[in-house]
């Protein structure tokens, strides 16, 4: 199936310009991790899944996490339906979260931990979560010179 032309010019330009990886959330969620002496792996790929890929991966404990953006994966609070082309885009976001159980599955049936997230959830809030699943008996780093806004 292919994709319908843009409804504008103006709606082409801020897709085009979609980040899919390194975005302000992952990498304010990825510095606090390092600055807490976590070690992972970025855009790894999904182990037997081709063409999936984990945004901060930790190989050793078998942790994976997802930091998903609302439009695009179905946020039951801010998502979204486009007017235009509307039957293409229902069919493209709704095997976008076919896809993203299908992946959950597959990496908890290997034995992975898998924590997923929205876009709008505070950077902190989402460094203190992974770090707590690898590190449950050290102390909860400070964030209060993190800042919550990614």
């Known amino acids: 199936m292919s994709s319908p032309a843009a409804s504008s010019p103006s709606v082409a330009a801020r897709m085009s310009r979609q ?10 969620v ?7 002496g976590l070690r992972y792996r970025v855009n790894a790929k999904v182990p037997g899944l081709p063409r999936r890929t984990v ?25 979204t339906s486009p007017k235009s082309n509307a039957e293409w885009w229902r069919g493209k976001l709704d095997r976008n979260v076919s896809r993203d159980l299908d992946t ?7 034995g992975w931990t898998v924590l997923r997230f929205w876009e709008h959830e ?10 707590t699943r690898l590190r449950p008996d050290g102390p909860v780093p400070d964030t209060a010179d993190a800042g919550d806004a990614p």
């Open 122 to 131: 505070p950077p902190a809030a989402i460094a203190r979560t992974v770090y």
């Open 55 to 79: 945004d901060i991966l930790f190989p050793g404990p078998k942790v994976a996490v997802f930091l998903d953006g609302c439009f695009w994966h179905g946020c039951p609070e801010h998502a």
């Open 30 to 36: 990825r510095r606090l991790l390092f600055r807490w």
């Open 104 to 110: 959950t599955r597959h990496l908890a049936e290997d």
């Open 19 to 28: 980040a899919s990886r390194d975005t302000a959330q992952e990498l304010a």
